[in-house]
Nanobody
Framework: QVQLVESGGGLVQAGGSLRLSCAAS????????MGWFRQAPGKEREFVAV????????YYPDSVKGRFTISRDNAKNTVYLQMNSLKPEDTAVYYC????????????????WGQGTEVTVSS
């Protein structure tokens, strides 16, 4: 089992920045690729970013590419999501998730999930 706890969400104005953190405990953190997803009210869960086991590879959808950066610190068992130039459409609950394989963008491919942290971007 891997336990994941997100933090860092909040209310920010459009154009602002936030950094989300996801602290992991349980099994060896570096054995898992880590992803971030988000879910807005009434919408499906959406892929935001993924990072490989040692952090050498990352992938983003076009909707956040160039604005969001995923990183990890395996010594601290933590993955981060730096979000810059935020837009109102980025408003959602953000979840981190762990997968045994790198590169997946579908929620079904992730084995462990955090409880989410809410991000609200005002216009």
């Amino acid at each position: 089992q891997v336990q994941l706890v997100e933090s860092g969400g909040g209310l920010v104005q459009a154009g602002g920045s936030l950094r989300l953190s996801c602290a992991a405990s349980g099994r060896t953190f570096s054995n898992y690729a880590m992803g971030w997803f988000r879910q807005a009210p009434g919408k499906e869960r959406e892929f935001v970013a993924v990072i490989s086991w040692r952090g050498g590879n990352t992938y983003y959808p076009d909707s956040v590419k160039g604005r969001f950066t995923i990183s990890r610190d395996n010594a601290k068992n933590t993955v981060y999501l730096q979000m810059n130039s935020l837009k109102p459409e980025d408003t959602a609950v953000y979840y981190c998730a762990a997968s045994g394989s790198y590169g997946y963008t579908s929620p079904e491919e992730y084995d462990y999930w955090g409880q989410g942290t809410e991000v609200t971007v005002s216009s």
